[in-house]
């Protein structure tokens, strides 16, 4: 079965730093780009990072431009986000998808998300 397990999240303090991991199976994880995408509490989804299939291209929503560093190691199956100077705006759920664009209902792989919380 096609799975996307995401790992990593927890609470940090503002200015700290996370570092977040999707493991992908079931699929063949080297010819997708893919996507990180979050919810903050009563928001809707903010499209967050993506990472082109070899990992040459990368992508970032303003927001987070300069704090956060996608990348994947293909021959793990697994993607990352690397998240610095984190602030209390970043709290959300972030989810790991198999996809890009605008339209988050061509995605066709999601994880189940794994919760980010930035508070002092």
């Known amino acids: 079965e096609v799975q996307l397990v995401e790992s990593g999240g927890g609470l940090v303090q503002p200015g700290g730093s996370l570092r977040l991991s999707c493991a992908a199976s079931g699929f063949t994880f080297s010819s997708y780009a893919m996507s990180w995408v979050r919810q903050a509490p009563g928001k809707g989804l903010e499209w967050v990072s993506v990472?082109?299939?070899?990992?040459?291209?990368?992508s970032y929503a303003d927001t987070v431009k300069g704090r956060f560093t996608i990348s994947r190691d293909n021959a793990k199956n697994t993607m990352y986000l690397q998240m610095n100077s984190l602030k209390p705006e970043d709290t959300a759920v972030y989810y790991c998808a198999a996809g890009d664009g605008v339209n988050y209902s061509d995605y066709e792989y999601w994880g189940q998300g794994t919760q980010v919380t930035v508070s002092s």
């Open positions: 990472i082109n299939n070899d990992g040459a291209v990368t």
